[in-house]
């Protein structure tokens, strides 16, 4: 054996940190071990990095890993124990898939060899029952790219590549793994593969042909609206998205506000009322947004059916969405471009319009009506919370009222709070870029593991994060708690307690208006008739916890949690009216 032959687990983990990754998210197994091990020797040597963050499962390794590279914009590492490790990740996966979120899921693979001539061969019994056909079946849906190792020549080339899918645009979830035999492995030294080898490629940045028809439609319409949800994924794009609202003062709509896109302070800004400004209007540019408008059904203020005549024009990094099987969304003009880029270029055309100062007028009076129609709906919101504000149990709109009042300009908003998620929209305001972050997926559960990834990231920043009771149970809490207590986390999480799934019960009552749920009033499925103690649960993992009952101590406690989340993990159960 070589002088200078090491175990390639040593060789994976400097890989790691060549390629930029602070922190190794980990749910471990027998298959983990030799990565453990090459950790260990890297703490002996008084080498800290990659940070090492044990999840008791693997939902809050996936969405934690996922919540700090939403905010530091670098995929994270995260490493899970062969099959059964990947189906706990899966349904987390399903998030940092339709967040577009960069992110390297690594798991073990069963020893495939038998006897015990090689190192890392089988040994116990599981051995036998983890061999599956093939394990990467489990989550190929919901992957850009995965990848089985089958020899130590390319575990460090591979792990390179997935780091450089992940990133690439559309960013997302690559899958590796990873043989125990392989990385128990000794092989020389050699090169460790460098960022600077590996790039993603630049993104697009929109074709000129298409900006300049974009730019033409939108100097022709009488009626333009913007709708967006993700733009503010990058910092940087909320500023070219404000110029060319104020330049044609055009409304800017969030039916799903998922990043801080737009200042919601802006008197452009006009919230999630889909369907009272897309049904005139006769240009509508979406700009990172996977569902502009629902189906017209009922009140809903995101139904809406466009004009036959109204020309749609989409900026978007995946303006055909083809991850959606089934999208159903007219466009006339599809662009694929970092929308903060091409939004730029688009200004740039429009100021060179010499059609731009014939307009003034036209801009001036869509200003002042989008003015008015904004300082009323905001009026129109403070009193409606007001009208609420000693209501028991506590309203929802009472709620963030309060909480925009506490909030700091800087603090960063973590929305998992499903079925109130739009009146927590219509509430908190965002004003910064990168001070918002919701759920775009559909897997519950995320919001706790995704806050502490986030504050990992933020640092000194305050955050606040909102979640409903059914997707607090989903977050496997103990879990995440345990993690917040033991690495000392700080966050306020307010756990919204209604006692059941809101959403199921409103999509129950809009398909079935007359049914018998509603003739009953049993709703089979939906409530939790027996509902545990939030707040004695965050006590039972080390953290501090409130229960808040009456609207008349709501903003005192807050205030409380608030300041104390800024230095450790605090939970607040706010009880609301049961669904």
């Known amino acids: 054996m070589g002088l200078k032959e090491v175990e390639v687990a040593d060789l994976f983990v400097e890989t790691l940190r060549s390629l930029g990754v602070d922190y190794l998210f980990i749910n471990p197994g027998t298959d983990t071990l030799p990565i453990q091990e090459a950790i260990s020797k890297l703490r002996a040597n008084g080498v800290e990095e990659p940070r090492v963050i044990l999840c008791p499962h693997e939902g809050v390794a996936v969405s934690m890993a996922e919540g700090y590279a939403m905010v530091k914009g670098r995929p994270q590492l995260v490493l899970v124990h062969v099959d059964v490790g990947t189906l706990n990740a899966g349904s987390a996966l399903h998030n940092v898939l339709r967040d577009r979120i960069p992110l390297v899921l690594c798991a073990g693979v069963t020893p495939s060899i038998l006897e015990g001539r090689v190192r890392g061969s089988r040994e116990i019994h599981v051995h036998w029952m983890q061999d599956v056909p093939d394990q990467s079946l489990i989550l190929r849906d919901y992957v850009k790219w995965f990848y089985l190792v089958r020899n130590?020549?390319?575990?460090?080339?591979?792990?390179?590549?997935?780091?450089?899918?992940?990133?690439?645009?559309?960013?997302?979830?690559?899958?590796?793994?990873?043989?125990?035999?392989?990385?128990?492995?000794?092989?020389?030294?050699?090169?460790?593969?460098?960022?600077?080898?590996?790039?993603?490629?630049?993104?697009?940045?929109?074709?000129?042909?298409?900006?300049?028809?974009?730019?033409?439609?939108?100097?022709?319409?009488?009626?333009?609206?913007?709708?967006?949800?993700?733009?503010?994924?990058?910092?940087?794009?909320?500023?070219?998205?404000?110029?060319?609202?104020?330049?044609?003062s055009?409304?800017?709509?969030?039916?799903?506000?998922?990043?801080?896109?737009?200042p919601t302070t802006h008197s452009n800004y006009q919230g999630r009322r889909i369907g009272e400004f897309v049904e005139g209007a006769d240009l509508i540019l979406l700009v990172d947004v996977d569902v502009p408008w629902l189906p017209k059904r009922g009140g809903n203020p995101l139904g809406a059916e466009p004009r036959e005549d109204a020309r749609i024009i989409h900026i978007d990094i995946d303006p055909l969405k083809e991850r959606i099987p089934l999208w159903g969304f007219r466009v006339d003009i599809p662009i694929i471009a970092d929308a903060g880029i091409a939004l730029s270029k688009l200004m740039a055309i429009l100021k060179e319009s010499p059609s731009i100062n014939s307009m003034r007028e036209m801009i001036s009076n869509r200003a002042a009506e989008l003015?008015?129609?904004?300082?009323?709906?905001?009026?129109?919101?403070?009193?409606?919370a007001k009208m609420r504000r000693n209501i028991k149990p506590i309203e929802p709109q009472w709620l963030f009222h309060i909480l925009n009042k506490i909030k700091e300009e800087d603090t960063v908003i973590i929305d998992d709070s499903v079925s109130n998620s739009g009146i927590l929209q219509d509430y908190l305001y965002t004003t910064r870029p990168e001070t918002?972050?919701?759920?775009?997926?559909?897997?519950?559960?995320?919001?706790?593991?995704?806050?502490?990834?986030?504050?990992?990231?933020?640092?000194?920043?305050?955050?606040?994060?909102?979640?409903?009771?059914?997707?607090?149970?989903?977050?496997?809490?103990?879990?995440?708690?345990?993690?917040?207590?033991?690495?000392?986390?700080?966050l306020t999480l307010i756990v919204l307690n209604n006692r059941g799934y809101a959403a199921v019960k409103q999509a129950l009552l809009s398909s079935y208006p007359e049914g018998w749920s509603k003739a009953t009033g049993r709703f089979i499925g939906v409530d939790f008739e027996v509902p545990p103690s939030y707040k004695a649960i965050a006590e039972a993992c080390g953290c501090k916890g409130?229960?808040?009952?009456?609207?008349?101590?709501?903003?005192?406690?807050?205030?409380?949690?608030?300041?104390?989340?800024k230095v450790e993990p605090v939970l607040v159960e706010v009880e609301l009216k049961s669904i």
């Open 152 to 248: 130590a020549e390319h575990l460090l080339y591979a792990l390179a590549r997935a780091f450089q899918v992940a990133s690439s645009v559309p960013e997302g979830p690559s899958y590796l793994m990873l043989p125990r035999e392989v990385l128990m492995e000794r092989r020389e030294r050699g090169e460790i593969p460098s960022p600077s080898r590996y790039p993603p490629p630049s993104p697009p940045q929109g074709d000129l042909r298409a900006l300049k028809e974009a730019a033409g439609a939108i100097l022709e319409a009488m009626e333009p609206v913007i709708i967006t949800s993700y733009l503010g994924r990058r910092g940087s794009s909320m500023s070219p998205l404000v110029e060319l609202s104020e330049l044609l």
């Open 250 to 262: 055009i409304p800017v709509l969030e039916p799903k506000r998922c990043r801080a896109n737009f």
């Open 371 to 384: 003015r008015e129609k904004h300082e009323l709906w905001r009026k129109r919101l403070a009193e409606e």
């Open 436 to 490: 918002f972050y919701g759920l775009n997926g559909s897997n519950m559960g995320w919001g706790l593991p995704a806050a502490l990834g986030a504050s990992l990231a933020l640092q000194d920043k305050p955050l606040i994060a909102i979640t409903g009771d059914g997707s607090f149970i989903f977050s496997n809490p103990v879990a995440g708690l345990w993690v917040a207590r033991s690495y000392r986390i700080p």
């Open 546 to 565: 409130y229960s808040v009952e009456e609207p008349e101590n709501l903003e005192e406690i807050l205030k409380e949690a608030y300041s104390r989340g």
